[in-house]
């Protein structure tokens, strides 16, 4: 059975930060695709990054490039989400997805497991 936690979600003021996790299990992790989406409230779940089993070829979303940085770490099957100079539009409930396919476009039909969710939100 696949499971995705995710943990680190807090409450945080505008130009904060914050650094997520997501801790795998019940699948082969180094072989796995891992990324994060976020819903806000009101709005669609949208991707926010996705990082292959290989580092440097790490896709963002526009709107966090330059701002988030997703790593991971195969020894701890763990994928992590740091976030710097949020803002408020950055509230949402953020998600770790997981899929085998190598090269991905950010569209949610993509991705094969889900967790939770961890809340994140950004005071003005």
């Known amino acids: 059975q696949v499971k995705l936690v995710e943990s680190g979600g807090d409450l945080v003021q505008a130009g904060g930060s914050l650094r997520l996790s997501c801790v795998a299990s019940?699948?082969?992790?180094?072989?796995?695709?891992m990324g994060w989406f976020r819903q806000g409230p009101g709005k669609e779940r949208e991707f926010v990054a996705a990082?292959?089993?290989?580092?440097?070829?790490?896709l963002y979303a526009g709107s966090v490039e330059g701002r988030f940085t997703i790593s991971r770490d195969n020894a701890k099957n763990t994928v992590y989400l740091s976030m710097s100079d949020l803002k408020v539009e950055d509230t949402a409930v953020y998600y770790c997805?997981?899929?085998?396919?190598?090269?991905?476009?950010?569209?949610?039909?993509?991705?094969?497991?889900w967790g939770q969710g961890t809340q994140v939100t950004v005071s003005s």
């Open positions: 990082m292959p089993q290989r580092p440097g070829d790490e």
């Open positions: 019940g699948l082969p992790f180094r072989a796995y695709t």
């Open positions: 997805a997981a899929t085998p396919v190598v090269t991905v476009s950010g569209d949610r039909g993509e991705w094969t497991y």
